[in-house]
Antibody, heavy 118, light 108 residues
Framework: QVQLQESGPGLVKASETLSLTCIVS????????WTWVRQSPGKGLEWIGY???????NYNPSLKSRVTISMDTSKRRFSLNLNSVTAADSAVYYC????????????WGQGSLVTVSS | SYEVTQSPSVSVSPGQTARITCSGD??????AHWYQQKPGQAPLLIIS???ARSSGIPQRFSGSSSGTTATLTISEVQAEDEADYYC???????????FGGGTRLTVL
């Protein structure tokens, strides 16, 4: 069983950087691809990217130029940085664990609402 | 960029069968996974690898895949099944994750 909890500011100013952290409170750090997914209000799910414990990352091409996902295995946490944000980046941001590089998202955090203000 | 397509909505009466489809060119070679999302909640994995039901998910939920279409079937639909359902897969190279746009199941 993996337990995940997102944390970070709920309000970010336009053009600044959105930063969120996900704490992995249980489960093996080396067994999953640690992932960020977002959901704009009333919209569907959008994959942002993942990091493996080796440091390997992969990002959604539509966000790649603005996204960095990093990990601190000793602290059992991984982080999302999304720069140059606009109102379109306002969303609920979920962290999730993914089983296998082509696999499914088996555990999810509760989500963190981030609003971008002008 | 690669996409998987779902119909926006499905409506059924209680006790009927709901079928939600997900179409994508890479589905003959890549698995589809299904999530249920109720308002204010995180998505919940209900079916993985086309047809494997997650622990604790009722048997009335089943999945299948044939050719370019994956299907989530909910038999004997109950009011509590009303939710948004998302399929998820990867592109043909297995590199990029894609989600379908979601299907809202309404129980009449």
């Amino acid at each position: 069983q993996v337990q995940l909890q997102e944390s970070g500011p709920g309000l970010v100013k336009a053009s600044e950087t959105l930063s969120l952290t996900c704490i992995v409170s249980s489960g093996s750090i080396s067994s999953y691809y640690w992932t960020w997914v977002r959901q704009s209000p009333g919209k569907g799910l959008e994959w942002i990217g993942y990091i493996f414990h080796t440091g390997t990352t992969n990002y959604n091409p539509s966000l790649k130029s603005r996204v960095t996902i990093s990990m601190d295995t000793s602290k059992r946490r991984f982080s999302l940085n999304l720069n140059s944000v606009t109102a379109a980046d306002s969303a609920v941001y979920y962290c999730a664990s993914r089983t296998g590089i082509r696999g499914y998202f088996d555990y999810w955090g509760q989500g963190s609402l981030v609003t971008v203000s002008s | 960029s690669y996409e998987v397509t779902q119909s926006p909505s499905v409506s059924v009466s209680p006790g009927q069968t709901a079928r939600i489809t997900c179409s994508g060119d890479a589905l003959p070679d890549q698995h589809a996974h299904w999530y249920q999302q109720k308002p204010g909640q995180a998505p919940l994995l209900i079916i993985s690898r086309d047809s494997a039901r997650s622990s604790g998910i009722p048997q009335r939920f089943s999945g299948s895949s044939s050719g370019t279409t994956a299907t989530l079937t909910i038999s004997e639909v109950q009011a509590e099944d009303e939710a948004d359902y998302y399929c998820q897969s990867v592109d043909s190279t297995g590199t990029y994750v894609v989600f379908g746009g979601g299907t809202r199941l309404t129980v009449l």
